[in-house]
């Protein structure tokens, strides 16, 4: 069963803060011990960078704290409200009204153009941007009536974070956002994320494998077998087209 939700006395300055966040999957000799006991706090409007090797607990950390899995032990609060003690309908109010994700592969809906796959959210959000200005937000006023087919790969990943930032979350949630881009157009793409992040303070949550996209965060975090090994500030953060690699 689960506890009544904790609520802190005092609205925290801090958007998430994390406590002991553990997630076991499994049990017995082959239980996968991908979270073990993180402690972390995260202030609104930052960009945040996620790296760590192939299955340091990156992407289990992310669907923890975006409310998509339960963790096995520990708390997640966010604006001084338990994430972790809240019932399904709950959690299901927080993905739809404050969180958005983007992931490697676009999922867009081939058969609707830019304008109609974004406005797959607008209609259903409270205070949504209209998709126009959401997709000119990530530069691509004139491909609004386009198929994902006419598109690039990085126009398609623009399109999916125009329908992430639509209603106005606020935290955004990249798993590999440039995992499938070449350099060029993952610039590009980090560009749109960049902008989104400044101009509407969306605090945003990246994971990548390239160290070289952490020179755009103000903070930097590194995974390693479950366990946060390195959290550092950035006081020289870096725009997207200054990056190379
Ligand atoms: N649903 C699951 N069931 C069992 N084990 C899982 C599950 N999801 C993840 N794991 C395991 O948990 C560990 C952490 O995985 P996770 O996907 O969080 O790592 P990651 O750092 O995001 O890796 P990658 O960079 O490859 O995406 C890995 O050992 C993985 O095999």
New binding site residues.
Partial sequence: MRRAASVRADPPEDLYSIRGLTKV??EGPTA?H?LRGIDLDLPRSAMVVLL??????????LNIVGGLDDATDGQVWFEGQELTALGPAELTEYRRNSVSFVFQFYNLVASLTARENVALITEIAEDPMTPEDALSLVGLENRIDHFPSQLSGGEQQRVAIARAIAKRPKVMFCDEPTGALDSQTGVIVLDALDQVNRELGTTTLL?T?NVVIAEMADRLLR?AD?ALVEDRDNADRKSPSELQW
């Fill in positions: 999957y499994g996968v991908a760590g090797a192939s299955g340091s607990g990156k992407s289990t950390f994971i494998h995974f479950g």
